[in-house]
């Protein structure tokens, strides 16, 4: 991997419905385990398809072999970025779903994002816990995801990290909605 040529995005946009067997051992959930970890502490660009990547830990193909190796090329490209923070507190939170966008299972995918100051502090990138039939519900059920780790941080902020009863004054939720 150290000679290979680094990639901008962490997925591609092919479909190959071939489902091919990996025939050599390759160290999949050991890769998958490291990237799921920097997704977690630094590297909120790859939540989405390492969580893809973490679903096939029990038998994967091919396919999801190569998608390993197309997040850790993409990484090469972006080793140099990081997350610079302030002290304004200012929090933002980001949520958005993809409407049934697992084939498989038909749950949509959450993603949340909050932000204090413009800059990234927490980020997630997960399955519904369950159906959603309409699009609004699938919406709602991501911002209540949102408001969730919004509340969480503010109260890790004021009774945790800082030791004061201090409220954050501004926050406020942004959601995608669906057209």
């Known amino acids: 991997m150290a000679e290979s040529n680094g990639l901008s995005t962490p997925i591609g946009c092919e ?65 140099d970025y990081g997350i610079k923070c302030n002290n304004k507190e200012r929090f933002k939170v980001y949520s958005n779903d993809d409407y049934a966008g697992d084939q498989d299972m038909r749950h949509s995918m959450i993603g949340v994002v909050t932000t204090i100051s413009h800059e990234a502090v927490s980020w997630t990138s997960q399955l519904q816990k369950s159906v959603a039939t309409p699009t609004i519900e699938t919406e709602m059920i991501s911002a209540s995801e949102g408001i969730k780790k919004l509340i969480w941080l503010k109260r890790l902020l004021r009774h945790e990290l800082t030791g004061t009863s201090k409220q954050v004054k501004h926050s406020s939720l942004y959601v995608d909605k669906s057209t």
């Open 15 to 79: 479909e190959n419905n071939v489902k091919e067997k990996i025939t050599v051992k390759v160290p999949y959930q050991d890769a998958v385990s490291c990237l799921m970890y920097l997704t977690t502490v630094s590297n909120p660009n790859i939540a989405f398809t390492v969580n893809k990547t973490a679903r096939m830990m029990e038998d994967p193909i091919v396919q999801d072999w190569n998608q390993v190796k197309r997040i850790f090329r993409c990484m090469k490209n972006t080793v």
